[in-house]
C-alpha cells in the first residue's frame, strides 16, 4: 500500500483519537474552577463537590492526553520527514511554548489535586485553579498556530525549496490564527459542557434526582448556551476568513462553482453527474452575507481553481454536520433554560434525552471541524508551498506502525473509560457528600 496513504490514514486516526482527550483538557478546567468559585460564592457543598469530582476525572484523561500528544510528535518527524525538514525552524517555537503550556499546567493541576483543605480561607484554592485554566487554553492556542500557519503560510521566504528567512512571531501569528483559536477554544467549551452536562442529565433520567447533578445541569446549560452562541460568532469569523484568504475551501464546503453576487446557502442535497446541485435547501445571499457580510458580497467559485488543486467536494456534508449540531445545541440548551425560567416541564425526559444527546454530537461536530480543516487543505499539507505526497515518508513498514498505534489506542480508550467508569459508579455524589460531612 502507498506510504502517504498510509501515513495520512495513521495520521488522522492519531488526531482524531487525540482530539476528544485535548478538546477535554482545555474545556474540563474551567467548569472545575467555576463550580469551586460558585460553591465558596454560595456556600454550598454541591458545587464544591462537583469541583472535585470533575478534577478526579480529569486527571484521567489528562494521562490519555499526554499519551496521544506524544504520538502526534512522533507522526510528525517519522511519517512526514520533509514536512518537517522545510517547516521545522519554522513552527518549533509554538511547539515549544505549547511544551512550556502543558508543564505550566501540569504543575499547578498537581498543587490544586493535593491542596484541597489545606487552606485556611478556600478562596487561595481555587486561585490555583486559574493557572491551569490559562495553561490549557495557551496549549491549544499555540498549537493551533502550527495548524494556521499550514493553511496560510507566513513569516517565511522560501526558495527553490529552501528556508531562507524566519520571523517566527510572524508565522505564529498568520492570517488563520485570529478565527482558527478563537473557534478551537469555543468549540472545546462548549463540547465540555454539553459532556458534563449530559452526565447529570443521564443520571437524571434514571431515576437518580438528586440535587447534585440538578445544580451540575443548571450550570452547564447557562454555560452551554452561551458558549454555543460564541462558537457559532467564532464560525462566523471562520466564514469571513475562508472567504478572503482561502476561498476554495469556502467554495468546495458549499458546492459553488461559479463566481457570483448574492451567492446562497446550500444545505444538504447532491451532485449530479454534470455538478448540479439537486435536492439541497438553498438560503439566498447567506452564503454571501456568511463570506462577506453583506447580501450582494461577492464569492469566488471553484472553478476559478486549477482541478488539481480543489478539495475533495464531499466537504460540503462536513460543513452542514457542524452547522447543523451547532443549531441543535444552540435550541437545546435554550428550550431547558427557558424551562427553567417559566418552571415548568424543567426534567421532561424528551429535554434530557436532547442534553444526554448534545454531549457526544458536540465531540462529533469538533471531529467533522478538524477533519474539513485538514481535508479542505488538499492537496497540500502547507498550503501553496508543499503538497501532501512530496513531504511523506518512502518507508515501507508505515503499515505496521498503523496496526501498533491502532491496538494502543483501543487500549487506551479501554483502560480509560473503565477507569472513569470505576471510578465514579460505586461513589454516588450524595454517599461522598454524607461522608465528607460526617468527616468535617
Known amino acids: 500500500m502507498d506510504p502517504t496513504l498510509l501515513s495520512r490514514i495513521l495520521t488522522a486516526e492519531t488526531l482524531a483519537f487525540h482530539i476528544i482527550w485535548a478538546t ?194 443548571k450550570m452547564t446549560m447557562i454555560a452551554g448556551l452561551i458558549l454555543s452562541v460564541a462558537t457559532a460568532v467564532a464560525g462566523d469569523m471562520s466564514g469571513k476568513f475562508l472567504a478572503k484568504n482561502v476561498p476554495e475551501k469556502l467554495a468546495a464546503a458549499e458546492w459553488h462553482f461559479e463566481t457570483q453576487q448574492e451567492a446562497p446557502l446550500i444545505i444538504g442535497g447532491y451532485l449530479d453527474e454534470n455538478q448540479e446541485v439537486q435536492g439541497a435547501i438553498q438560503i439566498p445571499w447567506a452564503l454571501s452575507i456568511l463570506g462577506k457580510g453583506k447580501p450582494d458580497g461577492e464569492i469566488i467559485g471553484l472553478n476559478d481553481f486549477p482541478v488539481d488543486e480543489r478539495p475533495p467536494l464531499y466537504l460540503h456534508y462536513l460543513f452542514d454536520g457542524m452547522v447543523l449540531i451547532g443549531a441543535f445545541l444552540i435550541l437545546i440548551s435554550a428550550l431547558f433554560l427557558y424551562a427553567w425560567w417559566r418552571r415548568r416541564n424543567l426534567w421532561h425526559p424528551w429535554l434530557l434525552r436532547g442534553i444526554v444527546l448534545g454531549a457526544p454530537m458536540s465531540f462529533l461536530a469538533i471531529e467533522l471541524g478538524w477533519i474539513y480543516a485538514e481535508v479542505g487543505r488538499q492537496p497540500w499539507i502547507i498550503r501553496g508551498v508543499m503538497r501532501v505526497d512530496a513531504a511523506s515518508t518512502t518507508a515501507d513498514h508505515v503499515g505496521v506502525l498503523l496496526v501498533v498505534f491502532t491496538l494502543l489506542y483501543i487500549t487506551l480508550a479501554v483502560i480509560a473509560v473503565s477507569v472513569l467508569r470505576r471510578l465514579f459508579h460505586h461513589h454516588s455524589p450524595e454517599k461522598e457528600l454524607e461522608e465528607r460531612r460526617i468527616i468535617l
Not at 490549557?136 to 529552501?162: D, H, K, R, Y
Not at 473557534?183 to 447529570?200: E, K, Q, T
Open 24 to 217: 477535554i483538557g482545555v474545556g474540563v478546567p474551567i467548569f472545575i474552577s467555576l463550580a469551586e468559585a460558585w460553591g465558596i460564592y454560595k456556600k454550598d457543598d454541591h458545587y464544591i463537590l462537583m469541583a472535585r469530582r470533575w478534577t478526579r476525572g480529569f486527571v484521567i484523561t489528562v494521562a490519555v492526553g499526554v499519551v496521544t500528544g506524544t504520538s502526534i510528535g512522533l507522526m510528525l518527524n517519522l511519517l512526514w520527514p520533509r514536512f518537517m525538514q522545510l517547516a521545522g525552524n519554522v513552527i518549533s517555537l509554538p511547539l515549544f511554548l505549547e511544551t512550556f503550556a502543558f508543564f505550566f499546567e501540569a504543575i499547578f493541576l498537581g498543587i490544586y489535586l493535593y491542596t484541597w483543605d489545606r487552606f485556611r480561607k478556600p478562596i487561595y484554592h481555587w486561585l490555583t485553579s486559574i493557572p491551569i485554566i490559562i495553561g490549557s487554553a495557551l496549549s491549544a492556542v499555540f498549537i493551533t498556530t502550527v495548524n494556521a500557519f499550514m493553511n496560510t503560510p507566513a513569516g517565511v521566504q522560501i526558495e527553490n525549496g529552501e528556508v531562507t528567512d524566519i520571523y517566527p512571531l510572524a508565522a505564529m501569528f498568520n492570517p488563520a490564527t485570529p478565527s482558527k483559536t478563537a473557534h478551537v477554544l469555543s468549540s472545546s467549551y462548549v463540547a465540555c459542557a454539553f459532556l458534563l452536562g449530559g452526565i447529570a442529565a443521564h443520571a437524571l433520567l434514571k431515576g437518580r434526582h438528586s440535587t447534585y447533578h440538578q445544580k451540575g445541569l
